[in-house]
């Protein structure tokens, strides 16, 4: 797989975390999120424009 598709679903793994104080309608908003609109696979600190 593609370093891309590897980073794309690492962050949706991170979204699906349930860790600390976060709850799992928060973890579903975040997966729903990252779904949605996309992930950014573009170098790190840079957006989307």
């Known amino acids: 797989m ?3 598709g ?3 679903l690492r962050e949706l793994d991170q979204a699906a975390a349930i860790a600390g104080s ?3 309608c928060d ?3 975040a997966v ?3 779904l ?3 992930v ?3 170098p790190p ?3 989307d424009v």
Do not use: D
């Open 22 to 24: 976060k709850t799992l």
């Open 45 to 47: 600190g840079q957006e």
């Open 2 to 4: 593609s370093s891309v």
């Open 40 to 42: 950014h696979n573009g």
């Open 36 to 38: 949605r609109y996309g």
């Open 27 to 29: 973890a579903n908003r």
């Open 32 to 34: 729903h999120e990252k």
């Open 6 to 8: 590897q980073r794309a």
